[in-house]
């Protein structure tokens, strides 16, 4: 009996490969990047070391070769980043000759611009909003690229390709341009801008067999490795500096790896062996787990991600 091979690895071994669901999605998000590119004065792309950020950034090397990416690097730091994802950031930008801009919220600390969090729970995540605004207005950017996708959260189910922000950053999701086939509207007024975000139609799964599909070098921290870490509230979080632990939280050595990537104060890191991409993907299409189920900063509230993101977050 001849059977189908149904393993989430098969389909890009097909000798059809070329025509997948994974091109037709490549193949959309490269002409929204074209369209930035042609409606925008001043675009940039906002790298934060993530997966999804790094497979905008490859798109965009594809979308303009032989061209170098006709956008800037946007990286907010929080001051609490993992090392290696500052490493890989580093060393991408020296390797594709882009151009980096970095935004910090210690200044934005020292500055008096915003509170730096107190307790245990203390984060810089959400202290992020007015550091990246004022580096866009700084910078005067119409529009910033983000690797944020419908699956991930229903905040983020709500925005489209071409999202407006009004002259202070803010998202009304109850006031968004339609998006008729591919028809874009970038139009904006005096000091507005856009976010836009061309792989909304992707899944955590689509990212991962992307990645793997085009042999896309990724941080290691996306693979398993020893880490000391502790237990809170039903997570696993990086025994780092930055990070206060209670009274009863022990410090300990496990085999972890992260499925996101954000603040380290914020970012639960998942026990796992996955050692390569063909193991992270089988991981995944097995997991029963959401992707952003560790993150500690959408649980703060219901409504937490969508909070963020009317104020002027990513």
Do not use: W
């Given at each position: 009996m001849n059977r189908q091979n149904h393993s989430p690895l098969s389909i890009l071994h097909s000798p059809l490969n070329k025509m997948t669901h994974l091109r037709e999605l490549e193949a959309e998000s490269i002409y929204v990047l074209r369209e930035v590119a042609a409606q925008f004065d001043r675009p940039a792309i906002l790298f934060s070391g993530g997966k999804d950020s790094i497979v905008i950034t490859h798109l965009a090397y594809k979308a303009f070769y032989p061209a170098k990416i006709p956008f800037p690097l946007v990286h907010i730091d929080t001051g609490h980043n993992f090392t290696e994802t500052i490493e890989y950031r580093d060393t991408l930008v020296k390797r594709l000759g882009a151009q980096l801009i970095v935004g910090y919220v210690q200044e934005s600390i020292d500055t008096g611009r915003v509170k730096e969090e107190t307790g245990y729970n203390a984060s810089r995540n959400r202290l992020q909003t007015i550091t990246l605004l004022d580096t866009l207005e700084k910078h005067k950017f119409d529009a910033a690229i983000g690797g944020a996708r419908r699956d991930e959260e229903k905040a983020r189910a709500k925005e489209r390709f071409f999202s407006h922000r009004n002259e202070f950053g803010q998202w009304d999701p109850r006031n968004q341009r339609p998006e008729l086939w591919n028809l874009y509207n970038g139009h904006k007024n005096i000091d507005e801008h856009f976010r836009v975000f061309p792989i909304s139609n992707w899944t955590e799964m689509d990212v991962w067999q992307y990645i793997y599909l085009e042999q896309i070098e990724m941080p290691n921290i996306y693979f398993t490795h020893e880490r000391k870490v502790f237990r809170r509230d039903g997570q696993w979080?990086?025994?780092?500096?930055?990070?206060?632990?209670?009274?009863?939280?022990?410090?300990?050595?496990?085999?972890?790896?992260?499925?996101?990537?954000?603040?380290?104060?914020?970012?639960?890191?998942?026990?796992?062996?996955?050692?390569?991409?063909?193991?992270?993907?089988?991981?995944?299409?097995?997991?029963?787990?959401?992707?952003?189920?560790?993150?500690?900063?959408?649980?703060?509230?219901?409504?937490?991600?969508?909070?963020?993101?009317?104020?002027?977050?990513?």
């Open positions: 979080l990086a025994a780092e500096p930055c990070m206060r632990l209670k009274p009863d939280e022990t410090v300990v050595t496990r085999q972890v790896r992260c499925r996101t990537i954000g603040d380290i104060s914020c970012t639960g890191l998942s026990l796992s062996h996955a050692s390569s991409l063909e193991e992270i993907i089988n991981e995944i299409s097995a997991t029963r787990i959401t992707e952003r189920g560790s993150r500690a900063d959408d649980k703060r509230s219901e409504t937490a991600m969508e909070d963020r993101k009317i104020a002027g977050y990513f």
